[in-house]
């Protein structure tokens, strides 16, 4: 059947698996497919932080402004990039143009006026970012990276007055990624956690990434309010401790996914981080186990000894709990989390709750003076992979089927896994993966 024949939907679809240029080709050549081809261009934008090319920013803005009605047909915008740290990018401002957008922001009358109008007239990529992103009410996935977070943050407060109402509020957001950059650590713990803490009450938003920080309980009591989160489903946060997140999961109602990335460092001035508490992440967990279906843990403590041979920092407790939460089918764990840091590793299987279908292992840790059962890394790379044979023939484990080891630091050597391979479970595949996949990609 010619496309031309073809159901405006099913040619919609089509059209949003061509890249941008053939899109914007496809409005110049064909007059019939121009308004199917014109909507699909907007509806999906990306932005790159790119210094070796111009910025489309300004010339995207000019377009949108002249037909209003093209920020409705935007669903999906992502602005990422790569800079270095701090780095600010200023936009090259030519002639008069850019004064629109000044009087633009005035116009939307917000208490960020003053800030936002300063910060345009310098050209900074993000002041342009924030007027693209004040204008969209129809979005429904939007990505933030800490390129575009800059100091003073201009998108997070833009955020909070999309929320209260002082800008157009999102009608359909339900997938939302803020996460900072490196440069993260320049603002005050109280400001980053409060703008984090916004994205939870936007009550259409089902999957949700962002780093948070940590509070002392009380404060964090404060500063989480009681948002509605009945249709967050995916909960994908960084940067938060054990009692931090106790709090924020106590106020999900139906998670099933959950992905944490923290570390624990002797360097840091936060007592709290000084000792990894693993049956104080079991209670933090304990909020979401009947609900739980996918976890990932990306916990990663660093610490050497001190002079006199003192170790810095402890791991204590136990991931035992972990056992009664029957609804988890995929767990991804740092191996040290199920062995324990006793004298003797414990068997990986007492703490994998037996509706797993695929674990993920994690090597990150076991280079570790916080470890006893590994003191000066004497354990054997045949060993810690018999702990993986033996989890691979578990009966305690009859869903198994897969078993991945991120193994990033090369502890395994090829030839080792290969022999080992030959001993494990015949239904169980077995994965070294070199390289550990985002946390996030939704």
């Not at 324990?340 to 797993?356: A, E, F, N, R, Y």
């Not at 033996?390 to 896994?417: C, T």
Request: aromatic residues 10%; contains cysteine.
């Amino acid at each position: 059947m010619p496309l031309s024949n073809t159901p405006p939907e099913i040619v919609t679809q089509i059209f949003s698996c061509l890249e941008t240029p053939d899109l914007a080709n496809l409005c110049l050549v064909n007059k019939n497919f121009h308004p199917i081809a014109e909507y699909a261009l907007y509806s999906d934008i990306t932005f790159k932080w790119d210094h070796n090319q111009r910025p489309r920013i300004i010339a995207l803005l000019d377009t949108l402004f002249r037909r209003p009605e093209r920020f409705d047909w935007i669903k999906a915008l992502t602005i990422d990039g790569s800079n270095r740290a701090g780095e600010k990018y200023l936009v090259p401002l030519l002639g008069a143009p850019r004064v629109i957008y000044v009087n633009v922001v005035q116009t939307l009358n917000t208490p960020l006026t003053e800030c936002w109008t300063r910060e345009l007239k310098k050209g900074r990529m993000d002041a342009f970012a924030a007027i693209l992103i004040a204008h969209t009410t129809k979005i429904r996935r939007l990505t933030v990276t800490g390129r575009y977070i800059r100091f003073p943050d201009l998108i997070g407060p833009v955020l909070d007055l999309k929320l209260s109402g002082q800008l157009p509020k999102f009608e359909r957001l339900n997938l939302v990624t803020y996460l900072r950059g490196y440069d993260s650590w320049s603002y005050p713990l109280l400001t980053r956690f409060e703008e984090g803490m916004c994205l939870f009450h936007m009550p259409t938003v089902t999957h949700l990434a962002c780093h948070m920080g940590s509070l002392d309980r009380e404060t964090c009591k404060q500063v989480l309010g009681k948002p509605d989160l009945r249709n967050l489903t995916v909960l994908v946060i960084e940067g938060s401790n054990a009692a931090t997140m106790c709090e924020i999961l106590a106020l999900t109602k139906n998670l099933k996914s959950l992905a944490w990335a923290w570390e624990y460092a002797a360097r840091t001035t936060d007592p709290v981080t000084k000792s990894l508490d693993l049956d104080e992440i079991i209670t933090a967990l304990s909020h979401v186990k009947d609900t739980l279906e996918s976890l990932q843990l990306r916990i990663t403590i660093r610490t050497n000894k001190e002079y006199g041979g003192k170790v810095k920092m402890k791991v204590m407790g136990s991931f035992s709990g972990l056992r009664e939460f029957n609804r988890i089918t995929e767990l991804e764990v740092p191996l040290i989390c199920l062995t324990g840091s006793g004298h003797q590793p414990q068997p990986l299987d007492h703490c994998i709750p037996s509706g797993i279908k695929t674990i993920s292992l994690s090597c990150v840790m076991l280079l570790n003076d916080a470890l006893a059962w590994n003191p000066s890394y004497w354990w054997s790379d045949q060993g810690i992979l018999g702990l993986v044979q033996d989890m691979s023939f578990s009966a305690s484990l009859p869903q198994l089927r897969r078993i991945n080891i991120f193994d990033v630091d090369n502890w395994f050597e090829d030839g080792q896994f290969f022999e080992v391979l030959e001993r494990i479970s015949r239904d169980v595949e077995v994965w070294v993966i070199r390289r550990v996949p985002l946390l996030w990609d939704f």
